[in-house]
């Protein structure tokens, strides 16, 4: 568990009466059936992370035109926004964060009124456009500024080719207002154009479709080439996504494949190669592929997170190419994302357990459909492990509150509370309902939700009524039965959970448990073990394990020297604990040479929790490594390494 920072409880009350009295504004008398059906609840909710008042006046299409400047590492241009207006409409108010804006105009041209808001540390600022009679179209020309968290701009040296910057975007949860003026709400769904120009050196990609695969000559300017961009569809802005770099594409079928660096293509290339059977396992599943292409974009080390389901493109840590396939479950829960997500998308991010407890919930389906009940249910246990730990972890931290699938995240930064509540509680709820009703029914109603909400976003009570007409037939008994609400509104597990069980993982642990009495590290059957048995053995070693048999276990297995990533993660945070010095080489050089989240941050945790010579490596440690993490990581380790 990440709490990731103290949390900030600051009243957003002015907003929310704003936002009231615009939705007070719509037409009165709405029939009794609209008024509780999904859309229409989903319709009245208001979004607390977002100054938007999409009541009055909404952005439905977004039209960048931008330029990447590496040596001020600024993105400039432009960005006209689509609306859809009350006929009332006077104003239109758009989230920033860290822009410099120079000017807002019409479509012509013409400069219009505009003012900025006070700036919240979490929300940023409001800009508030005053709107012509009728206007259905404003340009914002800004740039970006050294202060956002949604773009990191990387020097050649923290790139795999070493000989030229990159750049990337990180949107979720509220960070695209650093880069782009929008509306920035996931049930303020827009579609999004674009054109990006670049050195001639390097290429871009978004998250949409590539008009111009090969980039077209900018006039006048033989050092720049010039991509542009289409979705179609409409999309949370948080999906917006770009990267910059030397990358190279490597086809795995007709409609998937890879971008990467051109140094770590073929690795990459190689690594998802099962991506096309992926997707057709998906769709059988759960319906068609809605979204075109379906690729991955390996990025620099520094991405902070494992995987990101942008629309059309997955941006993907490198620390899963592991040479051997063993990590593509990240790929299975990126690609499920178009559906739990990018389809129908979470509309405030306390309903966050829709996207991603549907998405582990699917990804599993997918790992078990295309690698088998032994592998999948492997990873459930491992899900499941996490979990209660975080539970354990949350309620002795004094936040029983935020094991519940829908928390209160009123004046929270959505970013500073993470746990794996949503992912894990969230898949546990859809296996509660899938031991009861069976595959098939459950498989029927998912399908059917994914179809009826498709490009709309969603909220945990319209979800609720959805459950209710679809699945359950409003049978209130078999609601109570079933504990619905205890699970979607209650704190911790409710007790017709289904514990998901994994011979394999048995031995593991039986594994660890004969170290523990005293076996030689060297008769251990662990040999062939595959990456969850791994780590499974590894967070089953008791505290009392002694140096000598930290050593044995390294000695015969190269733990330290892993290329597996998790394992290693595994092992060194035993390293920690156990102040096993040996691998303290090999924690520098994990900590320096990658910045996901995932892994650096319970690791300085770990450091930090050593009393006597944890923290001072680990300030050491972070000193150096700092430099080369992402702003977002920055952000929750300059909290834990003080
Ligand atoms: N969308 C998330 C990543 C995310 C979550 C970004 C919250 C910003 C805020 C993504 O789909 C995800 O869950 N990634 C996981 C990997 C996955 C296999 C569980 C990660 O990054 O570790
Ligand atoms: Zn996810």
Same mark, same amino acid.
Request: include cysteine.
């Given at each position: 568990?990440?709490?990731?920072?103290?949390?900030?409880?600051?009243?957003?009350?002015?907003?929310?009466?704003?936002?009231?009295?615009?939705?007070?504004?719509?037409?009165?008398?709405?029939?009794?059936?609209?008024?509780?059906?999904?859309?229409?609840?989903?319709?009245?909710?208001?979004?607390?992370?977002?100054?938007?008042?999409?009541?009055v006046a909404r952005?439905?299409?977004?039209?960048?035109?931008?330029?990447?400047?590496?040596?001020?590492?600024?993105?400039?241009?432009?960005?006209?926004?689509?609306l859809s207006t009350q006929a009332n409409a006077r104003q239109v108010?758009?989230?920033?964060?860290?822009?410099?804006?120079?000017?807002?105009?019409?479509?012509?041209?013409?400069?219009?009124?505009?003012?900025?808001?006070?700036?919240?540390?979490?929300?940023?600022?409001?800009?508030?456009?005053?709107l012509?009679?009728g206007a259905q179209?404003?340009?914002?020309?800004?740039?970006?500024?050294?202060?956002?968290?949604?773009?990191?701009?990387?020097?050649?040296?923290?790139?795999?080719?070493?000989?030229?910057?990159?750049?990337?975007?990180?949107?979720?949860?509220?960070?695209?207002?650093?880069?782009?003026?929008?509306?920035?709400?996931?049930?303020?769904?827009?579609?999004?154009?674009?054109?990006?120009?670049?050195?001639?050196?390097?290429?871009?990609?978004?998250?949409?479709?590539?008009?111009?695969?090969?980039?077209?000559?900018?006039?006048?300017?033989?050092?720049?080439?010039?991509?542009?961009?289409?979705?179609?569809?409409?999309?949370?802005?948080?999906?917006?996504?770009?990267?910059?770099?030397?990358?190279?594409?490597?086809?795995?079928?007709?409609?998937?494949?890879?971008?990467?660096?051109?140094?770590?293509?073929?690795?990459?290339?190689?690594?998802?190669?099962?991506?096309?059977?992926?997707?057709?396992?998906?769709?059988?599943?759960?319906?068609?592929?809605?979204?075109?292409?379906?690729?991955?974009?390996?990025?620099?080390?520094?991405?902070?997170?494992?995987?990101?389901?942008? #629309?059309?493109?997955? @941006?993907? !840590?490198?620390?899963?190419?592991? =040479?051997?396939?063993? &990590?593509?479950? $990240?790929? *299975? +829960?990126?690609?499920?994302?178009?559906?739990?997500?990018?389809?129908?998308?979470?509309?405030?991010?306390?309903?966050?357990?829709?996207?991603?407890?549907?998405?582990?919930?699917?990804?599993?389906?997918?790992?078990?459909?295309?690698?088998?009940?032994?592998?999948?249910?492997?990873?459930?246990?491992?899900?499941?492990?996490?979990?209660?730990?975080?539970?354990?972890?949350?309620?002795?931290?004094?936040?029983?509150?935020?094991?519940?699938?829908?928390?209160?995240?009123?004046?929270?930064? #959505?970013?500073?509370? @993470?746990? !794996?509540?949503?992912?894990?509680? =969230?898949?546990?709820? &859809?296996?509660? $309902?899938? *031991? +009861?009703?069976?595959?098939?029914?459950?498989?029927?109603?998912?399908?059917?939700?994914?179809?009826?909400?498709?490009?709309?976003?969603?909220?945990?009570?319209?979800?609720?009524?959805?459950?209710?007409?679809?699945?359950?037939?409003?049978?209130?008994?078999?609601?109570?039965?079933?504990?619905?609400?205890?699970?979607?509104?209650?704190?911790?597990?409710?007790?017709?959970?289904?514990?998901?069980?994994?011979?394999?993982?048995?031995?593991?642990?039986?594994?660890?448990?004969?170290?523990?009495?005293?076996?030689?590290?060297? !008769?251990?059957?662990?040999?062939?073990?595959?990456?969850?048995?791994?780590?499974?053995?590894?967070?089953?070693?008791?505290?009392?394990?002694?140096?000598?048999?930290?050593?044995?276990?390294?000695?015969?297995?190269?733990?330290?020297?892993?290329?597996?990533?998790?394992?290693?993660?595994?092992?060194?945070?035993?390293?920690?604990?156990?102040?096993?010095?040996?691998?303290?080489?090999?924690?520098?050089?994990?900590?320096?040479?990658?910045?996901?989240?995932?892994?650096?941050?319970?690791?300085?945790?770990?450091?930090?929790?050593?009393?006597?010579?944890?923290?001072?490596?680990?300030?050491?440690?972070?000193?150096?490594?700092?430099?080369?993490?992402?702003?977002?990581?920055?952000?929750?380790?300059?909290?834990?390494?003080?």
């Open positions: 568990m990440t709490i990731r920072a103290g949390l900030r409880w600051v009243s957003r009350l002015a907003v929310a009466t704003a936002m009231l009295a615009a939705v007070a504004a719509l037409p009165a008398c709405q029939p009794k059936s609209q008024a509780t059906s999904p859309l229409a609840i989903v319709a009245h909710t208001v979004d607390d992370h977002s100054y938007a008042q999409p009541q952005v439905t299409h977004v039209d960048l035109d931008l330029t990447a400047d590496f040596v001020r590492k600024v993105l400039k241009g432009t960005a006209a926004l689509t108010v758009l989230d920033v964060k860290a822009l410099d804006i120079q000017a807002v105009t019409d479509a012509s041209g013409l400069p219009l009124k505009y003012t900025l808001g006070p700036n919240d540390p979490m929300m940023g600022q409001a800009l508030t456009v005053e012509p009679q179209k404003i340009v914002v020309h800004y740039a970006t500024t050294g202060d956002g968290t949604a773009l990191q701009w990387l020097d050649p040296s923290q790139t795999a080719g070493k000989k030229l910057p990159f750049l990337f975007s990180q949107g979720e949860e509220i960070n695209t207002r650093t880069w782009i003026p929008t509306q920035d709400s996931p049930a303020i769904r827009q579609t999004y154009t674009a054109r990006i120009v670049v050195p001639s050196s390097l290429m871009a990609v978004m998250s949409a479709d590539k008009l111009t695969p090969k980039g077209e000559a900018v006039p006048g300017h033989a050092d720049q080439r010039a991509y542009r961009f289409d979705m179609e569809h409409p999309i949370a802005p948080y999906l917006i996504a770009i990267g910059i770099g030397d990358l190279g594409f490597k086809a795995e079928d007709a409609r998937t494949g890879v971008y990467a660096e051109k140094a770590v293509l073929d690795k990459a290339a190689y690594e998802f190669a099962d991506m096309g059977k992926m997707v057709d396992a998906a769709e059988k599943l759960y319906g068609p592929y809605q979204w075109g292409r379906y690729d991955v974009l390996v990025l620099p080390p520094s991405f902070p997170y494992g995987g990101q389901e942008n #629309p059309t493109l997955t @941006f993907a !840590t490198p620390t899963v190419l592991a =040479g051997d396939r063993s &990590l593509v479950s $990240l790929v *299975a +829960h990126e690609l499920a994302h178009s559906w739990s997500g990018n389809l129908v998308t979470n509309a405030t991010w306390e309903d966050f357990w829709l996207n991603e407890g549907f998405t582990v919930y699917f990804e599993n389906r997918i790992m078990e459909q295309v690698y088998g009940k032994d592998r999948a249910d492997m990873l459930k246990v491992l899900g499941y492990n996490d979990l209660q730990s975080d539970i354990k972890d949350l309620d002795a931290a004094g936040h029983p509150g935020y094991t519940r699938l829908h928390p209160d995240l009123k004046g929270i930064d #959505p970013d500073d509370y @993470f746990t !794996t509540v949503p992912y894990e509680k =969230g898949a546990a709820f &859809l296996r509660m $309902l899938e *031991a +009861h009703f069976g595959r098939r029914k459950l498989d029927a109603y998912l399908s059917g939700y994914f179809q009826r909400y498709a490009f709309h976003s969603m909220t945990t009570e319209a979800f609720l009524a959805d459950l209710r007409q679809n699945l359950l037939h409003n049978d209130s008994d078999l609601e109570s039965q079933l504990k619905i609400h205890e699970w979607l509104y209650g704190e911790g597990l409710p007790d017709n959970f289904v514990a998901p069980t994994s011979p394999l993982l048995d031995q593991a642990a039986a594994q660890a448990r004969a170290l523990a009495g005293g076996a030689d590290a060297t !008769t251990l059957a662990v040999t062939d073990y595959s990456y969850p048995q791994w780590v499974y053995f590894l967070n089953a070693l008791p505290d009392s394990l002694t140096t000598d048999q930290m050593a044995a276990l390294d000695n015969a297995y190269t733990l330290s020297r892993s290329h597996n990533d998790e394992i290693l993660f595994a092992w060194l945070m035993q390293a920690v604990k156990h102040h096993y010095q040996p691998a303290m080489p090999a924690l520098h050089d994990f900590l320096t040479q990658e910045g996901r989240g995932k892994f650096v941050e319970p690791l300085f945790s770990a450091l930090m929790a050593q009393a006597g010579w944890g923290p001072d490596m680990a300030k050491r440690l972070y000193a150096e490594a700092r430099p080369g993490y992402h702003e977002l990581v920055r952000a929750r380790l300059d909290k834990i390494v003080r």
